[in-house]
T-cell receptor, first 112, second 114 residues
């Protein structure tokens, strides 16, 4: 299976703190994407980073990619209660490029 | 635009019954896919389609059928439901010409098989 792993599985922090989630994968990729899922809802795309990129920013989100370690991290700065959700990394691999493979997700809770 | 619309939102079936989960998108997306989400397992790809008339299997296709007769619709059929198919099902689509990029998801269909 190409499915990646995310850690931690769950993270609870205080509002205003930064949250970091990590994702590892097994085989070479075209790109890596991060999604957010609020409870009982569909997934929403956050950011995409290509295999030749090392860092990308979008608002309070910062994504890094280390292809030599086959890993990525998502940093959410100055967290808010509304950031409470599950976050998933998803990879498009060079073999099977039509498929987006999701990790198991990190459940993030922001305490007010 | 309504985006990706899934129906029904909730369904309870008995073992052995068949049903179809409907998925429609009004964004002229060529690529459409079905995932199932189970606790602790993330999302797993069931089937996908890169355009009308073309479908292919994902990671967990057994027990499911798909067809793609139009660009807009991508129904998922459960032929003979089993308790192992109890899950939340998500349909997702992708714009044309962007390679393997962002997916747009529906709100999900929660299926319980007794």
């Amino acid at each position: 299976s190409q499915q990646g792993e995310e850690d931690p599985q769950a993270l609870s922090i205080q509002e205003g703190e930064n949250a970091t989630m990590n994702c590892s994968y097994k085989t070479s990729i075209n790109n890596l994407q991060w999604y957010r899922q609020n409870s009982g809802r569909g997934l929403v795309h956050l950011i995409l980073i290509r295999s030749n990129e090392r860092e990308k920013h979008s608002g309070r989100l910062r994504v890094t990619l280390d292809t030599s370690k086959k890993s990525s991290s998502l940093l959410i700065t100055a967290s808010r209660a509304a950031d409470t959700a599950s976050y998933f990394c998803a990879t498009v691999h060079t073999q099977g490029a039509q498929k987006l493979v999701f990790g198991q997700g990190t459940r993030l809770t922001i305490n007010p | 635009n309504a985006g990706v619309t899934q129906t029904p939102k909730f369904q309870v079936l008995k073992t052995g019954q068949s049903m179809t989960l409907q998925c429609a998108q009004d964004m002229n997306h060529e690529y459409m896919s079905w995932y199932r989400q189970d606790p602790g397992m993330g999302l797993r790809l069931i089937h996908y389609s890169v355009g009308a008339g073309i479908t292919d299997q994902g990671e967990v296709p057994n027990g499911y059928n798909v067809s793609r007769s139009t660009t807009e619709d991508f129904p998922l059929r459960l032929l003979s439901a089993a308790p192992s198919q109890t899950s939340v099902y998500f349909c997702a689509s992708r714009p044309p010409g962007q390679g393997p990029g962002e997916l747009f998801f529906g709100e999900g269909s929660r299926l319980t098989v007794l």
